[in-house]
């Protein structure tokens, strides 16, 4: 038994590295799951506002030094991952021989892949019914020996006969299974022997059909394929006619943002989260309009001590949609914001209703786009600089009888004081080619035409 456990121990950890030389790239697509339009903002802040709560708790969970004095309280829900259907990317995932593909929540925040698997007794029914081990030729459970076991952030796994068993509790229910391993087909390129989560029970969403972690963890899609690199390139919702929206996402040597200005800045691990999936950035300073805010290293930088805070720092993250800056950042660029829209006569509106801190009545000077709102820079050590597009950081939340433009508020808002964490979403990303290179410690990062990526 030991010698069989041992072998599958060997192959399993072989196949991703003796794989890494031979894939040279693969593309896949990215599918936005609902566009933002003026009535689904409010949607996209309370689903960022659950997601929000999971990362900080799997934060609190991944980091070894914070886990033994951090709480842990299962009552976030892992589920509202999959919730965030306001505003996040599914992929296709085809998984097992012959195989069945499945339509999964593309997340650089987390990095287990997992799907919905049969004998299932809770799983949502949609978008598609759950994986058949039993009809794949390639299906293996993964023994509790097997090192993809213990990479399972601690307070979430157990050992038990039916092998590595995950366990995910929340308030009104919990997701579990167990890990296994299979033959994963993306983008046209295979890898056998890829650990995944087989859930069998579920309160999930019925948007996508799991999850695909592209973080920097050992069980990601990423690490486990060996690609070393990816990049991916967000059409804005602005762009959306009827059969738009697909955004590629590149793999391995195909992963590449050329270009006369690419910026890039290196990849940053959180001493206070050492094996942490989160992709951090230093983001060192912001310009609202004609103002240089005041940041320092401790306005967005890694924080001591694991009472409050969770270690701080800034992360790049594809499954949150909006961003959000930590308090006394946020104030700055509030401050300043304010200070001009001033200036320039913008009207204050209260933007509680849709959701928003900030947002100013946009009828003033035709509407819409034509409202001069101060420009937005974002700098990053290694001086790497990024002008936000207009509509990458302001959004109509409200229209007219005649569909103009009413309200439009400032898709930033101010991380909740337990998080203290910031998180650049989705929203921010758009209309960039964004590079992950692993292999490199850089993100970098271009302006592009996505639909020409
Ligand atoms: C966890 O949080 C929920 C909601 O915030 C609260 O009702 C519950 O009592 C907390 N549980 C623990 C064990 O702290
Ligand atoms: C293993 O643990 C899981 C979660 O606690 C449980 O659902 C499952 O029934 C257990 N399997 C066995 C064989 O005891
Ligand atoms: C998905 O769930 C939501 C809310 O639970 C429901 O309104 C919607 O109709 C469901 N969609 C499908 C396709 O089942
Ligand atoms: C703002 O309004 C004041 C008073 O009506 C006017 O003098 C000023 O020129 C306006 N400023 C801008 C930028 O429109
Ligand atoms: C905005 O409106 C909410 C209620 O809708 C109210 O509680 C809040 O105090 C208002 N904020 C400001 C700054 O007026
Ligand atoms: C971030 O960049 C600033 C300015 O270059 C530097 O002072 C700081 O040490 C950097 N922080 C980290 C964590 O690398």
Redesign the pocket.
């Known amino acids: 038994m030991e010698a069989t456990a041992a072998a599958m121990l060997a192959l399993v950890l072989l196949s991703p590295t003796t794989l890494a030389t031979d894939v040279h790239g693969f593309r896949a697509t990215l599918t936005r799951i609902h566009q933002l339009s003026p009535g689904k903002y409010s949607a996209a802040v309370r689903c960022d506002s659950h997601r929000l709560a999971f990362l900080s708790h799997a934060a609190a969970a991944a980091g070894s030094k914070a886990t033994t004095t951090t709480t842990t309280n299962s009552s976030v829900s892992f589920q509202t991952l999959l919730d965030n259907s306001a505003g996040a990317y599914n992929m296709d995932l085809s998984i097992g021989t012959p195989p069945v593909t499945f339509s999964v929540l593309a997340d650089t925040g987390s990095s287990l892949i997992w799907t919905q698997c049969a004998p299932c007794t809770e799983c949502a029914a949609r978008p598609a019914p759950p994986f058949q081990p039993a009809s794949s030729s390639t299906f293996s459970k993964l023994p509790c020996a097997s090192s993809f076991c213990q990479f399972l952030t601690s307070p979430y796994h157990?050992c038990?006969?039916?092998g590595c068993?995950y366990?995910y509790p929340y308030g009104m229910g919990f997701t579990?299974g167990y890990l296994a391993t299979e033959t994963l087909h993306v983008g046209g390129a295979s890898f056998p022997g890829v650990a995944f989560g087989c859930s069998t029970?579920n309160g999930v969403g019925n948007s996508s059909s799991g999850i695909v972690g592209l973080g920097r963890s050992p069980l990601s899609l990423v690490s486990q394929v060996g690609v070393g690199r990816f990049s991916y390139c967000l059409r804005s919702d602005a762009d959306a006619d009827a059969d738009a929206g697909d955004s590629p996402i590149l793999f391995g040597s195909l992963a590449k943002v050329t270009g006369g200005n690419v910026q890039s800045t290196p990849l940053l691990e959180n001493p206070e989260m050492p094996s942490s999936s989160y992709y951090y950035v230093n983001l060192t300073g912001i310009t609202v309009g004609a103002t240089d805010l005041p940041v320092t290293s401790t306005t967005f930088g890694f924080t001591r001590g694991t009472g409050a805070g969770l270690g701080g720092g800034t992360i790049v993250d594809s499954g949150t949609t909006l961003t959000y800056l930590v308090k006394e950042g946020y104030a700055m660029v509030k401050r300043a914001f304010l200070s001009q829209m001033a200036m320039a006569n913008l009207t204050t509106v209260n933007g509680t209703r849709f959701g928003f801190d900030l947002c100013f009545d946009a009828t003033a000077a035709g509407g819409g786009s034509g409202v001069p709102v101060p420009t937005l820079v974002l700098r990053f050590a290694g001086g790497a600089e990024y002008a936000v597009r207009r509509r990458s950081y302001v959004g109509v939340v409200a229209v007219d009888s005649q569909g103009r433009a009413a309200v439009e508020c400032l898709l930033v808002l101010p991380a909740s004081e337990k998080l203290s964490i910031s998180i650049i979403g989705n929203v921010m990303q758009m209309d960039l080619h964004v590079l992950y290179d692993l292999d490199g410690g850089m993100f970098s990062f271009a302006p592009a035409d996505c639909a020409n990526v």
């Open positions: 157990t038990n006969a039916t068993v366990y579990a029970e």
